[in-house]
């Protein structure tokens, strides 16, 4: 399977998937070991527990996609609009279609499990959003950049539960934004 690291980062994906499939309660070590590929045993050897694998695909996700949404934000050769969309795709698009939810919202439900870092994920986030359309727009429009984000981030969430593909949520978040952006 490769090394240790490789080992961990095949987990890892396998976890994510059948953790947002299935939830946190509803996810067996045997679940994602048959997944990943590997022992029970051997999923045992690299996490202590659930509750410890449960917390380090969590914090292993929700980093990889405040980082991909971050780099989205900052290509300031892209128009405004798509680095949004592209930011949104990031943080929520991905998980379109799928039955259990966004990370942010199953990391909610069960957070005496998980680290603050991850729990102020959502939050961060945001604060990307705002700080990006307010660098496109005035400065001193804050308060409406705040709005704008708040609102983008709700459209997300209900285009994520109301779509059942990927395109579609990019189409009509595109809408959204374009229509924020006015």
């Given at each position: 399977?490769?090394?240790?690291?490789?080992?961990?980062?095949?987990?890892?994906?396998?976890?994510?998937?059948?953790?947002?499939?299935?939830?946190?309660?509803?996810?067996?070590m045997e679940d994602v070991a048959r997944a990943a590929r590997i022992s029970?045993?051997?999923l045992y050897f690299l996490f202590e527990s659930k509750q410890k694998l449960f917390a380090d695909t969590m914090t292993a996700a929700i980093e990889r996609d405040?980082?991909?949404?971050?780099?989205?934000?900052?290509?300031?050769?892209?128009p405004l609009r798509e680095r949004l969309l592209d930011a949104f795709d990031a943080w929520t698009g991905r998980y379109v279609g799928t039955v259990g939810g966004?990370?942010?919202?199953i990391a909610e439900t069960h957070r005496d499990v998980l680290d603050v870092a991850?729990?102020?994920?959502p939050h961060r986030f945001q604060v990307l959003i705002v700080d990006t359309v307010?660098?496109?727009?005035?400065?001193?429009?804050?308060?409406?950049?705040?709005?704008?984000?708040?609102?983008?981030?709700?459209?997300?969430?209900?285009?994520?539960?109301q779509k059942s593909s990927r395109e579609t949520f990019r189409e009509e978040l595109s809408t959204a934004i374009s229509l924020l952006l006015r």
């Open positions: 399977m490769g090394s240790g690291a490789d080992r961990r980062d095949i987990v890892l994906t396998a976890a994510l998937e059948i953790f947002v499939r299935y939830g946190y309660r509803k996810t067996s029970r045993p051997g405040l980082s991909s949404a971050a780099r989205a934000l900052e290509d300031e050769a892209c966004e990370l942010s919202a991850v729990l102020e994920a307010v660098s496109a727009r005035a400065p001193q429009d804050r308060a409406t950049s705040e709005a704008i984000a708040r609102t983008l981030i709700s459209t997300a969430i209900g285009l994520k539960h």
